[in-house]
């Protein structure tokens, strides 16, 4: 397997507009973790979903994050408008079992500018 | 609010030497603990877990779980230049997505 998938790798873009990250998820896992890391706050738990379907985004910071899994092999993380402190690395990870081991993608490395 | 707590270091060791993460965690129904390494620009990779008292070794890495004390370790023999990296912590509490500590940055110096 290729592990799971991230795109784009690195994104800039203007305060203001949209973006759109992608993931696919290690295939036949049942969960999906959006993560956001920085310096200051560490890693930090966006939203996961469990069979495609959202059960926890406590962790989305503003209305200005969503994120969709349409089916089982694709997810979005969209932020519109973006701001200059939505810069950071988010990663995507899939596990099967919710409190097993998480693997990782490569990770976006967002820079609003 | 479950938390995961490390110091951030940095943790400075000479080469050969034994380095020591530590990490302590709120939520005492815990259940299963995972090391994860974290190269600079890279993303997290899990090196070892643990998931009952005492300690378990892999090579180089012993991981140590006291969950009495909710008291989680991993020490690393023989450091190399290598072992370099972020080492964070995640715990389990049942079927719910980890939850990471900030991670401990650790320098092995040749």
């Known amino acids: 397997d290729a592990g799971v998938i991230q795109s784009p790798r690195h994104e800039v873009t203007e305060m203001g507009q949209e973006v759109t990250l992608r993931c696919k998820p290690i295939?036949?896992?049942?969960?999906l973790f959006w993560y956001r890391q920085t310096m200051m706050r560490g890693l930090e738990l966006l939203i996961y979903?469990?069979?495609?379907?959202?059960?926890?985004d406590s962790g989305m910071p503003e209305d200005r994050f969503s994120a969709k899994m349409p089916n089982a092999s694709f997810s979005t993380l969209k932020i519109q408008p973006s701001e200059p402190r939505d810069s950071a690395v988010y990663f995507c990870?899939?596990?099967f079992g919710g409190g097993t081991e998480a693997f990782f993608g490569q990770g976006t490395r967002l820079t609003v500018v | 609010q479950k938390e995961v707590e490390q110091n951030s270091g940095p943790l400075s060791v000479p080469e050969g030497a034994i380095a020591s993460l530590n990490c302590t965690y709120s939520?005492?129904?815990?259940?299963?603990f995972f090391w994860y390494r974290q190269y600079s620009g890279k993303s997290p990779e899990l090196i070892m877990f643990i998931y009952s008292n005492g300690d378990k070794e892999d090579g180089r890495f012993t991981a140590q779980l006291n969950k009495a004390s909710q008291y989680v370790s991993l020490l690393i023999r023989d450091s190399q230049p290598s072992d370099s990296a972020t080492y964070l912590c995640a715990v389990d509490s049942g079927n719910t997505p980890l939850v990471f500590g900030k991670g401990t940055r650790l320098s092995v110096i040749a």
């Open positions: 295939s036949g896992h049942d969960y």
């Open positions: 990870a899939s596990s």
């Open positions: 939520d005492r129904g815990s259940q299963s």
């Open positions: 979903f469990n069979n495609n379907v959202p059960i926890d």
